[in-house]
């Protein structure tokens, strides 16, 4: 993908934690340069039995700022990005004290491996990707010593958050249908429980009556909590009543439309909320769980890739967050009325599609950050969302076309299954995070102090 800034990227950042800053004024890079000259080193921040000091900010501080530069991207006012860099210095230390707590050692062979890939990928030679490194202004010494401090927080995440997470298989079938867009067929098995109340299609309206007071008080008792199965065996009329009203798993085109569609915001273990009139008379449904479709291959789940384009607005201090959502909005009313999306793309957009008319081509699911990804999936083809705020900015989406993504249903299975498995992993490693942050004894001096 072109589009680095958008997407997710595994690469090590050589030390400068970009993704971590309030982008805004560019009035800041020469004052830390100036302050850089002149810092004397003392104790910005004591954490646990560890400090960071004065001058490891600055040259952490004056590093980012020299690389921010170099790509043309802004950068913050001087005394907000120091702290914001000490900030990530605290929770990185934390981590470090964490892994070395846990034994967590990265030899210098795994480092020189890692590094000769990032040559490779890079198609250089180490010699001369180490000469590239050193001409941006960046101590190979550093460089070096940043990959290391990533490989031992990528192996102590490993260890303590993405080794525990799990994905079941109705996790997948509901993603699944989640990300077809708006409208899509369900492809999803259905585990249900019923109990039957029969009534002949040609009752008199007091049987009628009679009958369905008879299943509302059961239904009443299903969703209080009492025993389903045993519920079904002393109340349900129909032949399955002996095994708890259990239908297995089946396919949603086997189920009555109604019966679908009642039991599709349902979670697992739930039971509709109302009684449902069939053919044979009043039903009770629970649903026990989902599963993704093993029907037929022309049944199976497929995952759908989505053709979207994007205009980003960042919120800096020459944009505030109001006027970011106000602009979109102008752009989408202007689109709206036969507009060219694409020009105004390629005017406002601050993402590196812009010169593409802001065409991030076809995106797999699990290749946006999640609430872009929401969006795109609610939007019908054609539509333009209003204003979505990620941690980039403000987002304004238009989906231009959907296709089923290529491979075969056990390989669609396991492209979803990995999807849910990142962003699990990614919302236990937030929290996981910040309580390891909230249990550690973090004291910051000097100015540091005054900021908090």
Excluded at 57 to 72: C, F, G, V, Y
Excluded at 94 to 116: C, M, P, S, Y
Excluded at 247 to 253: D, E, N, P, S
């Amino acid at each position: 993908m072109a589009n680095v800034n958008m997407f997710r990227s595994t690469a090590i950042a050589a030390g400068v934690l970009v993704g971590a800053l309030i982008l805004s004024s560019p009035a800041g890079a020469q004052a830390l340069s100036n302050r850089n000259a002149q810092v004397a080193d003392s104790v910005v921040a004591v954490v646990n039995d560890g400090v960071i000091t004065q001058r490891e900010l600055e040259d952490r501080t004056a590093l980012i700022a020299k690389r921010l530069q170099q790509q043309n991207a802004p950068v913050p006012p001087a005394d907000q990005m120091r702290q914001q860099v000490l900030d990530q210095m605290v929770l990185e230390r934390i981590q470090l004290q964490k892994a070395k707590e846990d034994g967590i050692v990265i030899d210098d062979a795994t480092v020189n491996r890692t590094l000769a890939r990032l040559a490779q990928q890079n198609q250089m030679t180490l010699e001369v990707y180490r000469s590239r490194i050193e001409a941006q202004g960046v101590p190979w010494a550093t460089f070096t010593r940043d990959a290391r401090t990533e490989l031992t927080l990528s192996k102590l995440r490993e260890k303590e958050v993405d080794s525990k997470i799990t994905v079941s298989d109705g996790e997948v079938a509901n993603y699944i249908a989640s990300q077809r867009g708006p409208g899509a067929r369900n492809t999803s098995d259905l585990r249900l429980q019923h109990i039957m109340f029969k009534l002949p299609s040609d009752a008199p309206q007091s049987e009628v009556a009679k009958v369905q007071a008879q299943a509302d008080a059961v239904l009443k008792q299903a969703q209080a909590g009492d025993d389903f199965t045993k519920l079904a065996k002393q109340n349900s009329q129909d032949t399955d009543a002996g095994k708890g009203g259990d239908l297995g798993f089946r396919t949603a085109g086997s189920l009555p439309a109604g019966i679908v569609s009642a039991v599709s915001t349902l979670r697992p273990g739930q039971v509709v909320p109302t009684l449902l009139r069939t053919d044979g008379g009043f039903e009770i449904i629970k649903l026990v769980d989902r599963r993704a479709s093993q029907g037929t291959a022309a049944d199976a789940p497929k995952l759908v890739q989505t053709h979207v384009r994007h205009i980003l607005l960042r919120v800096s201090d020459g944009m505030s967050e109001q006027a970011a959502r106000q602009r979109l909005l102008d752009i989408k009313q202007q689109v709206a009325n036969g507009g060219d999306f694409a020009n105004f793309a390629r005017t406002y957009s601050q993402d590196g599609s812009a010169s593409q008319g802001g065409d991030l081509g076809w995106i797999s699911p699990g290749e946006t950050v999640p609430e872009f990804e929401r969006a795109m999936n609610n939007l019908q083809d054609g539509a333009v969302s209003d204003p979505v705020r990620s941690e980039y900015g403000y987002h304004l989406i238009q989906v231009l076309g959907r296709r089923d993504a290529e491979g075969s249903a056990s390989q669609q299975l396991d492209i979803a299954r990995q999807a849910i498995g990142q962003r699990k992993a990614e919302q236990a490693y937030s929290d996981w995070l910040r309580e390891l942050r909230d249990t550690a004894y973090v004291q910051y001096k000097g100015i540091a102090a005054q900021q908090q």
